[in-house]
């Protein structure tokens, strides 16, 4: 707070003049794509669109139908081409990397500049009402940066990845003007200098979501899926409304730098509601319990967006929120233990579910929920650095894992397609030893399964075991440990936290092995014609996988842990302290959150060996060879049922809380409401009322002018006595 | 300078106008009471005029403007409602009753 | 003196105007009413010449007295309706004081209004209008304003006349079938 006054007492701030005066480019590039992409996808709309899948697809189970199912349903025809397909597939990619270069850019001249305030760069005037003065404003900043640099890097790949995954599909402009779309979003959301900028990039994200889960709308679980995870974010939005609303009207400020400045003035109570509806808002965006359930179903958009947004960037979104609200949050530790509470719940919760799915991006999807905790994990214990840092190493390797297995239906659908076969694509019981096939694939994913399990030297074991360490270390001397939540001592808690962390660890290392030995190892289930079609995916999708790979291999430098012996260590740490190190530091009552170096040698010897047992575990108790394929396997029973299920919570939902108000809405709201009151006392009463008055003005129309002569003077006697009797 | 009792005469004639309004059915007697009115609202115009300026008689022109234009309308429409009822009372003339 | 003449003059003309007009609401035949108001017009005009508005008073006798007011007697006599029994005029106790009280409220009214305060920056210093009347000649009084600061209102008069003259031909036209 100081140091914002000092840097408005001196004036210029040392980024002004300097490139980042360009940060506004970087979204615009990609809205750029959208335009052209849109157009392109206008022009041909009227005679290209998805073709109907039903006739083939309709033993398919929902949210599954991928890449080129709409293709084969022409049987063995070639697929057409989209006529614009080659400017798309220029224009798309482009623009990401022209951001890409872009942000590089500024994110050295940041590096170079030490800042340690935000530079703002201010575009227009917004809403500027009464004191609520709200500008359309960048912020440029250490964290704003990183998440810039992840999001048009890794979205930079996914776009090159789409080129092929993609091309044959009839809507490709379509799904290009959605994607460029979707980071011009993001970025909104991550580079705004006020929370309403942020809102907007934060709903302009969840209607691309929307758009790109149900972007093969003609299929009614696909459209679905997207009303159900734009349905779910609503409810977070609410809370998210709130939290502005009541930073508003607590404040007066919604810019970043106003409300950090102010927030001292809050009271306990008032920044603990702030905190916990903003976290409401990010338990939708970011997939946490209760919100969660979207976030599966969303799978049924194509893959590379569920690598895009349903795994790497969007649903980030309430973690960066919550690193970017560091301040407020580190004021209420009811709510910082509410947040990593919530994550640890959540990241247990999906992980076991995780263990008994067979679609194998279902698996994934529950391994980013479950990865999302341990975000939140993060954040929540105040340990910011390390949950950003977890964000990013995960925005890696999951991008990874989903290119992956997107590279894996490919082939699979490529396989089905020349024997018009319209078996399941995505089940893994049809997979199986695909090692053979397609050796790229199977080596990369191997990498990002590593990462994600906690095998050092990949980039997963650093980022979560900072974080596991972070919840050790806030057990005692931090404001988290001395507060208590719900009646439970807040050390018990974070015990219990990192408890519930490392079982996570060990059913993360286990579902993942599952996946990989189900898909990649044992005899191969695919059948016998399809078996001699299955291939490696073209370069222009190995080529980003072999990036991410590089980047999961090594995305753990960017963070590395205090005892290791060389290279830079804690580097983002380090590189965001300008933006949360002082909410850290006030979580951690003014101290540097530190561990004796033998205590943080058992934690990681425990974490490592957590991983390890957890692979072996799945690697011998697994049998790949003895699995049938899905046609053939019968129902499971008993617990595996129920995870299979997902716990039935979506019936459980549909039970507890669509039903009542599709019940609430027929009864009251229909029966009630609509026919009772707004048709029978509205509109019909407001027929009557009309009836009524045209009955006596009928009587009062006489057409003798006498009469009107005496009515107009009465008036003109009223309008007079207004003014003299005023 | 009389200003204040030629305004007085002039509410006077004035209500004389709208009692005649009131209680006469003839047309034509009607039209006349509102010249009435008029001149009564000339000469307030006039009396105004004695104390701000010749703005006042100027407004009396256009007055009688109006007043020769309405005279000449509304006579052309008694004439023909005449044409065809035969009558020039307002009782039997209710053709606003839609 | 002419203080007091003028007061006499005031006072003379405008009984003679209000007893002319109670006599013009009162008479039953239509003639008899006309001539009633042409004499109130009359002395309108004295009083206007006794007010400095020389020109006023004498297109009042001209154009109200002599022009409409002829048009009306000359529509009376065209129609043929010098005979009052034919015509159905307010009757009945409650009508006559309804519209009587009516017209003492309007009354009330109009005086109160008059007896507001007007700003005095407005006025202008007495004898102004007679100096004026004497600079520029009783026409031009009226004709320096007339033509300059509502020139385009007389222009706009002119296109009310000529719509009033093309209505009443429209109007007055006998429709052939």
Same mark, same amino acid.
């Given at each position: 707070?100081?140091?914002?006054?000092?840097a408005?007492?001196?004036?210029?701030?040392?980024?002004?003049?300097?490139i980042a005066?360009?940060?506004?480019?970087?979204?615009?590039?990609?809205?750029?794509?959208?335009?052209?992409?849109?157009l392109?996808?206008?022009?041909t709309?009227?005679?290209?669109?998805p073709k109907?899948?039903?006739?083939?697809?309709?033993?398919?189970?929902?949210?599954?139908?991928d890449?080129?199912?709409?293709?084969? *349903?022409?049987g063995?025809?070639?697929?057409?081409?989209?006529?614009?397909?080659?400017?798309?597939s220029?224009?798309?990619?482009?623009?990401?990397?022209a951001?890409?270069?872009?942000?590089?850019?500024?994110f050295?001249?940041?590096?170079?500049?030490h800042?340690?305030?935000?530079?703002?760069?201010?575009?227009f005037s917004w809403?500027?009402?009464?004191?609520?003065?709200?500008?359309?404003?960048?912020q440029?900043?250490?964290?704003?940066?990183?998440?810039?640099?992840v999001i048009?890097?890794?979205?930079?790949?996914?776009?090159?990845?789409?080129?092929?995954y993609m091309?044959?599909?009839?809507?490709y402009?379509?799904?290009?003007?959605?994607?460029?779309l979707?980071?011009?979003?993001?970025?909104v959301?991550?580079?705004?200098?006020?929370?309403?900028?942020?809102?907007?990039g934060?709903?302009?994200?969840?209607l691309?979501?929307?758009?790109?889960?149900?972007?093969?709308?003609?299929?009614?679980?696909?459209a679905?899926?997207?009303?159900?995870?734009?349905?779910v974010?609503?409810?977070?939005?609410?809370?998210f409304?709130v939290?502005m609303? %009541?930073l508003f009207?607590?404040?007066?400020?919604?810019?970043?730098?106003?409300?950090?400045?102010t927030?001292? &003035?809050?009271?306990?109570?008032?920044?603990?509601?702030?905190?916990?509806?903003?976290f409401?808002?990010?338990?939708?965006?970011s997939?946490?319990?209760?919100?969660?359930?979207?976030?599966?179903?969303?799978?049924?958009?194509p893959?590379p967006?569920?690598a895009?947004i349903?795994a790497?960037?969007?649903?980030?979104?309430?973690?960066y929120?919550?690193?970017?609200?560091?301040?407020?949050?580190?004021?209420?530790?009811?709510?910082? %233990?509410?947040?990593?509470?919530?994550?640890?719940?959540?990241?247990?919760?999906?992980a076991?579910?995780?263990? $008994? &799915?067979w679609?194998?991006?279902?698996?994934?999807a529950?391994?980013?929920?479950?990865?999302?905790?341990?975000?939140?994990i993060g954040?929540?214990v105040?340990?910011?650095?390390?949950?950003?840092?977890? %964000?990013?190493?995960?925005?890696?390797?999951?991008?990874?894992?989903?290119?992956?297995?997107?590279?894996?239906?490919?082939?699979?659908?490529?396989?089905y397609?020349h024997?018009?076969?319209?078996?399941?694509?995505?089940?893994?019981?049809?997979?199986?030893?695909l090692? &053979?096939?397609?050796?790229?694939?199977?080596?990369l994913?191997?990498?990002?399964?590593?990462?994600?399990?906690?095998?050092?030297?990949?980039?997963?074991?650093f980022?979560?075991d900072?974080?596991?360490g972070?919840?050790?270390?806030?057990?005692?001397?931090?404001?988290l440990?001395d507060?208590?939540?719900?009646g439970?001592?807040?050390?018990?808690?974070?015990?219990?936290?990192?408890a519930?962390?490392?079982?996570?660890?060990?059913?993360t290392?286990?579902?993942?092995t599952?996946?990989?030995?189900?898909?990649?190892? *044992?005899?191969n289930?695919?059948?016998d014609?399809?078996?001699?079609?299955?291939?490696e995916?073209p370069?222009?999708?190995?080529?980003p996988?072999a990036v991410l790979?590089?980047?999961?291999?090594?995305?753990?430098?960017?963070?590395?842990?205090?005892?290791f012996?060389a290279?830079?260590?804690?580097?983002l740490?380090?590189?965001?302290?300008?933006v949360?190190?002082?909410?850290?530091?006030?979580?951690?009552n *003014?101290?540097?959150?530190h561990?004796?170096?033998s205590t943080?040698?058992i934690?990681?010897?425990?974490a490592?060996?957590?991983?390890?047992?957890?692979?072996?575990i799945a690697?011998?108790?697994?049998?790949?060879?003895a699995?049938?394929s899905?046609?053939?396997?019968?129902?499971?029973?008993?617990?595996?049922?129920?995870?299979e299920? $997902?716990y039935f919570?979506?019936?459980?939902?549909?039970a507890?809380?669509? &039903?009542?108000?599709?019940?609430?809405?027929?009864?009251?709201l229909?029966?009630?409401?609509?026919?009772?009151l707004?048709?029978? %006392?509205?509109?019909n009463?407001?027929s009557?009322?009309?009836?009524?008055?045209?009955?006596?003005?009928?009587?009062?129309q006489?057409g003798?002018? *006498?009469?009107y002569?005496?009515?107009?003077i009465?008036?003109?006697?009223?309008?007079?006595?207004a003014?003299?009797?005023? | 300078?009389?200003v204040?009792?030629?305004?007085?005469?002039?509410?006077v004639?004035?209500?004389?106008?709208?009692?005649?309004v009131l209680?006469?059915?003839?047309?034509?007697?009607?039209?006349?009471?509102?010249?009435?009115?008029?001149?009564?609202?000339n000469?307030?115009?006039v009396?105004?005029?004695?104390?701000?300026g010749?703005?006042?008689q100027?407004?009396?022109?256009f007055?009688?403007t109006?007043a020769?234009?309405?005279?000449?309308?509304?006579?052309?429409?008694?004439?023909?409602?005449?044409?065809h009822?035969?009558?020039?009372?307002?009782?039997?003339i209710?053709?606003?009753?839609? | 003196?002419?203080?007091?003449?003028?007061?006499?003059?005031?006072y003379?003309?405008?009984?003679i105007?209000?007893?002319?007009?109670? @006599?013009?609401?009162?008479?039953? +035949?239509?003639?008899?009413?006309a001539?009633?108001?042409?004499n109130?017009?009359? +002395?309108l005009?004295a009083?206007?010449?006794?007010?400095?508005?020389?020109?006023?008073?004498?297109?009042?006798?001209?154009?109200?007295?002599? @022009?409409?007011?002829?048009?009306?007697?000359?529509?009376?006599?065209l129609?043929?309706?010098?005979?009052?029994d034919?015509?159905?005029?307010?009757?009945?106790?409650?009508?006559k004081?309804?519209?009587?009280l009516?017209?003492l409220?309007?009354?009330a009214?109009?005086?109160?209004?008059?007896?507001?305060?007007?700003?005095?920056?407005?006025?202008?210093?007495?004898?102004?209008?007679?100096?004026?009347?004497?600079?520029?000649?009783a026409?031009g009084?009226?004709?320096?304003?007339?033509?300059s600061?509502h020139?385009?209102?007389f222009?706009?008069?002119?296109?009310?006349l000529?719509? @009033?003259?093309?209505? @009443?031909v429209?109007?007055?036209?006998?429709?052939?079938?």
């Amino acid at each position: 707070m100081l140091l914002l006054q000092e840097a408005a007492a001196a004036g210029a701030h040392p980024l002004s003049g300097s490139i980042a005066e360009w940060i506004w480019l970087v979204p615009v590039f990609p809205l750029i794509g959208f335009l052209i992409n849109g157009l392109l996808s206008l022009r041909t709309a009227a005679h290209i669109g998805p073709k109907d899948p039903t006739a083939h697809h309709a033993h398919h189970d929902h949210a599954h139908d991928d890449a080129h199912g709409h293709a084969d *349903g022409h049987g063995h025809d070639h697929p057409a081409v989209h006529p614009y397909a080659g400017i798309a597939s220029l224009v798309g990619p482009a623009v990401l990397f022209a951001s890409f270069a872009l942000t590089a850019a500024i994110f050295l001249a940041l590096s170079g500049a030490h800042a340690e305030t935000p530079f703002i760069k201010t575009l227009f005037s917004w809403m500027p009402a009464g004191n609520l003065a709200i500008n359309a404003a960048f912020q440029v900043d250490q964290l704003s940066m990183v998440m810039t640099m992840v999001i048009t890097g890794v979205g930079s790949l996914i776009h090159v990845f789409s080129v092929g995954y993609m091309k044959e599909d009839p809507g490709y402009p379509r799904y290009f003007a959605y994607l460029n779309l979707f980071v011009f979003f993001m970025l909104v959301l991550v580079l705004g200098a006020n929370y309403p900028m942020l809102f907007v990039g934060w709903e302009g994200v969840g209607l691309c979501s929307y758009l790109l889960i149900g972007f093969w709308f003609s299929e009614k679980a696909n459209a679905d899926a997207g009303k159900k995870a734009f349905i779910v974010n609503r409810i977070g939005d609410f809370g998210f409304l709130v939290a502005m609303f %009541l930073l508003f009207s607590n404040l007066g400020a919604l810019d970043f730098a106003g409300v950090n400045a102010t927030a001292s &003035q809050l009271s306990p109570l008032v920044v603990t509601a702030i905190c916990l509806f903003m976290f409401l808002g990010c338990a939708g965006k970011s997939a946490q319990i209760p919100l969660y359930v979207w976030l599966p179903d969303a799978m049924a958009g194509p893959t590379p967006v569920s690598a895009l947004i349903h795994a790497a960037t969007m649903v980030t979104a309430g973690v960066y929120l919550v690193a970017r609200s560091s301040v407020l949050f580190s004021m209420s530790p009811v709510a910082s %233990l509410t947040v990593a509470f919530v994550g640890a719940i959540t990241a247990l919760f999906a992980a076991t579910i995780g263990l $008994k &799915q067979w679609d194998i991006k279902k698996v994934l999807a529950y391994s980013t929920v479950s990865q999302l905790g341990y975000m939140f994990i993060g954040v929540g214990v105040g340990a910011y650095a390390a949950g950003v840092f977890h %964000l990013v190493t995960h925005a890696f390797f999951k991008a990874l894992l989903f290119l992956g297995s997107g590279s894996v239906i490919y082939a699979m659908h490529q396989a089905y397609h020349h024997t018009g076969n319209h078996d399941d694509a995505q089940d893994m019981r049809n997979m199986g030893g695909l090692r &053979q096939f397609m050796p790229v694939t199977f080596a990369l994913m191997w990498i990002a399964t590593l990462a994600i399990a906690g095998i050092p030297p990949f980039a997963g074991f650093f980022s979560k075991d900072e974080i596991l360490g972070a919840v050790f270390a806030r057990t005692h001397g931090s404001t988290l440990a001395d507060a208590t939540w719900l009646g439970i001592p807040g050390s018990a808690l974070l015990y219990a936290i990192y408890a519930i962390g490392l079982v996570s660890a060990l059913l993360t290392a286990i579902y993942m092995t599952r996946m990989m030995l189900y898909t990649f190892h *044992g005899p191969n289930r695919t059948g016998d014609k399809e078996r001699s079609h299955l291939r490696e995916a073209p370069w222009v999708m190995t080529g980003p996988l072999a990036v991410l790979g590089v980047l999961s291999l090594a995305g753990g430098w960017l963070n590395l842990p205090t005892f290791f012996p060389a290279g830079p260590v804690q580097a983002l740490h380090h590189w965001l302290e300008p933006v949360t190190g002082a909410a850290a530091l006030r979580i951690t009552n *003014g101290a540097e959150a530190h561990l004796e170096h033998s205590t943080e040698y058992i934690l990681v010897g425990l974490a490592i060996a957590i991983a390890v047992i957890g692979i072996t575990i799945a690697v011998t108790r697994l049998k790949p060879a003895a699995l049938v394929s899905k046609s053939q396997s019968p129902a499971s029973e008993g617990i595996e049922r129920v995870l299979e299920h $997902k716990y039935f919570v979506d019936e459980a939902y549909d039970a507890a809380v669509v &039903q009542p108000l599709v019940g609430v809405s027929r009864t009251v709201l229909w029966k009630g409401m609509d026919v009772g009151l707004i048709d029978g %006392l509205m509109v019909n009463g407001s027929s009557y009322l009309a009836r009524g008055i045209g009955w006596v003005g009928a009587r009062l129309q006489s057409g003798q002018v *006498g009469t009107y002569a005496w009515v107009l003077i009465i008036g003109v006697l009223g309008v007079l006595g207004a003014f003299t009797l005023r | 300078m009389m200003v204040a009792e030629a305004l007085a005469l002039s509410a006077v004639l004035f209500t004389i106008g709208v009692v005649g309004v009131l209680t006469r059915r003839n047309a034509i007697i009607i039209f006349m009471c509102v010249e009435l009115m008029l001149n009564a609202v000339n000469l307030s115009f006039v009396a105004f005029s004695r104390m701000y300026g010749a703005t006042g008689q100027v407004f009396v022109v256009f007055v009688m403007t109006v007043a020769a234009a309405e005279a000449a309308v509304g006579l052309a429409i008694i004439i023909s409602i005449f044409r065809h009822r035969q009558t020039v009372d307002l009782k039997n003339i209710n053709l606003l009753k839609g | 003196m002419s203080d007091f003449f003028y007061r006499v003059h005031f006072y003379l003309f405008g009984l003679i105007a209000i007893a002319s007009a109670l @006599a013009f609401v009162t008479r039953k +035949s239509p003639v008899a009413a006309a001539l009633w108001l042409v004499n109130t017009m009359f +002395s309108l005009a004295a009083i206007y010449v006794m007010m400095d508005a020389h020109f006023i008073g004498a297109i009042q006798v001209l154009v109200y007295a002599g @022009a409409i007011m002829v048009v009306f007697l000359f529509v009376v006599m065209l129609l043929n309706l010098g005979h009052p029994d034919e015509l159905s005029d307010i009757k009945g106790t409650w009508g006559k004081l309804g519209a009587g009280l009516l017209g003492l409220a309007i009354l009330a009214q109009v005086m109160a209004m008059a007896r507001s305060q007007a700003p005095k920056e407005l006025i202008q210093p007495v004898g102004e209008a007679a100096k004026s009347l004497r600079d520029l000649n009783a026409v031009g009084v009226i004709a320096k304003p007339l033509f300059s600061e509502h020139l385009l209102a007389f222009e706009l008069t002119s296109i009310l006349l000529l719509v @009033a003259i093309v209505g @009443a031909v429209v109007l007055g036209k006998r429709r052939s079938t």
